[in-house]
């Protein structure tokens, strides 16, 4: 099993990133996805998840400004970040979860496997 996320970088207040997972080695379609990010001396923090089915939840900092999908016939999670902060700057992970209930959706210990984080950092 194998979660790879890319697109992290360095980007002005105000920008634009989409971060990618690109999963393998397990049945990509029968799993939740989620996004997860831990800022320097902070706690890991729930960011967004998208569950089979199309559920999607979002933190509530990011609403209205993150987007989480998958692709189109690709075993990728995607996460649009659009209007990002100088808070939103963090180490990005994606999780990949298998029977992920709603409730428990924003909960980290409902995914099984996670990945490499990508390095986010919004700063002028």
């Known amino acids: 099993v194998q979660l790879q996320a890319s697109g992290g970088g360095l980007v002005r207040p105000g920008g634009s990133l989409r971060l990618s997972c690109a999963a393998s080695?397990?049945?990509?379609?029968?799993?939740?996805m989620s996004w997860v990010r831990q800022a320097p001396g902070k706690e890991r923090e729930f960011v967004a998840a998208l569950r089979t089915g199309g559920f999607t939840s979002y933190e509530d900092s990011v609403k209205g400004r993150f987007t989480i999908s998958r692709g189109a016939g690709k075993n990728t999670v995607f996460l649009q970040m659009n209007n990002l902060s100088p808070v939103d700057t963090a180490v990005y992970y994606c999780?990949?979860?298998?029977?992920?209930?709603?409730?428990?959706?924003?909960?980290?210990?409902?995914?099984?496997?996670w990945g490499q984080g990508t390095q986010v950092t919004v700063s002028s």
């Open positions: 999780a990949a979860g298998q029977g992920v209930i709603v409730s428990n959706i924003r909960n980290s210990r409902a995914y099984n496997y």
């Open positions: 080695g397990f049945t990509f379609n029968n799993y939740a």
